[in-house]
């Protein structure tokens, strides 16, 4: 798959959910994860991330959504169940993308939402747990910017194979 992601989230008070989003972000290839004004200590996450994922990837901590720093290209994606936010399943994700969750008990800052290039919603009837809201949000970004072969009109798996990629000629732009 093109591109990188990271996932993060802002004023997180529960270290399981942020361990849980972490080693999901691990799972799902995630390229960093960071967290804005966590109030938990990051190192108290071990017992949900057993896939310690720290080790494996960056983690950056912010004191403030002015702090942040996200690289050059990055468009932020924030992930809010706001009556004006896109519905994921008619979202198209930026090639380069920072996604961000809110607070277990609470909303995404005005400060931070002013910075988002993008608002999603997976729509639901309410608001899910942090955890599983950034796993569907990488899950549906996987199926949508990966490859894979088609799915069938009737229930089951592929009845085709992916077809092998072609590499094409070298391309020179002018």
Known sequence: ???YF???VEHISKPMNVGNLFRSAHAFDADFVFAIAPAVDLKEIQKSDTSQTAKHLPLYE???VAEMNLPRGCQLVGVELFDDAAEL???THPERAA????PEMGSLSPALIERCDHVVKIPTKFCVNVGIAGAVLMY????TRGRF??????PGGPVEELPSHVHGGRVVRR
Do not use: Q, T
């Not at 549906?140 to 199926?143: E, F, P, S, V, Y």
């Open 140 to 143: 549906d970004r996987l199926i």
């Open 149 to 154: 072969a088609a799915r069938p009109a009737s």
């Open 99 to 102: 996604y961000i969750l809110g």
């Open 62 to 64: 912010y004191a403030s």
């Open 6 to 8: 990271g996932i993060g």
């Open 1 to 3: 798959m093109r591109g």
């Open 89 to 91: 399943p008619s979202f």
